[in-house]
């Protein structure tokens, strides 16, 4: 055989041996996002599907959203999502009551809310809500739970004594500035962008919960849920996603200028009320599942049974942390 023949043949030896010996493309696991596309849902969510930090993770991400503050808690109970990032905790802790397969691995949204009255109103202390109108987002949501348990537990004011005036942000707004309520329920970053609407703060949800749960804790009105299925099989699909909402957070939080950016773009805010959600951000999103952050919710669980807001007994394999846990070492 000629020494060209032989080379030739070597050379094929060798690219078949690389064939059979080169590790097989991993395709990117899929996963499907769900979140309510409103409220401070809005910005994580517009954030997440401009930026890359889940595919880097190895993600193949199909996000949903939805118009309803309690419709992902449906889409998990009818297997039309594989998880959410900002479900309504109460929300949760009512589906799981019922029998819906879900299970919580993150707290993500701490209540930063406050309850405003329009400047000049006559309502001066929350005590004055009694008979009056108080918007809010819709009634089942986290804010209208954690609102009807310090107006209760604090104020003495129970859910029949005041109207819950249910809608979005920009509809709230709307309605005090049309005097269609008298006080509301606002998230820090609405007050911070109203412009021409002047509104007085009256309290905030942390210092309401902290005055009734004789604590130092915030509740949170987020919390990342997920199909039971999904995460007995997929623990590790979890953790990258954990992984990746938290880059998410990190970054936006060091970024206020793109994120501002990619509000303007994605969810069509102006250029100031996009710059002012972008200056909330820190306040507004975490990705945490530690004890502190469990015994919170726990509490929360406590406080709303007792107000009567949601029934049955709070089964503690609800919390499921090994996917957190592992998402640590991911860097």
């Known amino acids: 055989m000629s020494l060209n023949r032989l080379l030739r043949v070597a050379a094929s030896a060798a690219t078949l041996a690389l064939l059979f010996t080169a590790p097989t493309a991993h395709a990117a696991d899929k996963v499907r996002i769900g979140y309510w596309s409103s409220g401070v849902s809005l910005g994580y969510g517009s954030v997440l599907e401009a930026t890359d ?9 199909e996000f949903v959203r939805f118009p309803d503050v309690n419709a992902p808690l449906r889409a998990l109970a009818s297997n039309s999502i594989d998880l959410a990032f900002g479900a309504p905790a109460a929300g949760v802790f009512s589906s799981v009551t019922e029998g819906v397969p879900i299970k919580v691995f993150a707290a993500t949204q701490p209540a930063d809310v406050q309850f405003v009255v329009p400047e000049g109103s006559p309502i001066t202390s929350i005590d004055q809500f009694r008979g009056k109108k108080v918007g809010m987002s819709p009634a089942g949501s986290s804010v209208a739970v954690i609102a009807g348990a310090v ?7 129970e859910s029949g004594d005041f109207s819950l005036v249910g809608g979005n942000e920009s509809r709230l707004v709307q309605f005090l500035a049309q005097k269609q309520v008298d006080a509301a329920a606002l998230r820090s970053v609405t007050v911070a962008q109203l412009d021409e609407l002047k509104v007085h703060s009256l309290g905030s949800f942390a210092q309401e919960w902290q005055r009734l749960t004789n604590s130092d804790s915030v509740p949170y009105i987020g919390i990342g849920a997920v199909h039971s299925e999904f995460v007995a099989k997929h623990p590790q699909v979890v953790a990258r996603v954990i992984a990746g909402l938290r880059d998410a957070v990190d970054w936006g939080g060091a970024h206020p200028e793109e994120v501002a950016a990619i509000l303007q773009k994605s969810a069509n805010l102006p250029a100031a009320d996009a710059q002012a959600y972008a200056g ?3 306040n507004m999103y975490r990705v945490a599942f530690e004890p502190a952050d469990i015994a919170t919710l726990k509490r929360q669980h406590e406080v709303f049974a007792a107000s009567g807001l949601i029934k049955g007994k709070l089964d503690p394999a609800l919390f499921v942390t090994g996917p957190y846990e592992q998402s640590k070492s991911l860097h």
């Open 151 to 157: 107006l209760a537990g604090n104020h003495g004011i």
């Open 280 to 282: 909330q951000w820190k």
């Open 53 to 61: 930090f889940l595919k880097q993770r190895d993600l193949d991400v």
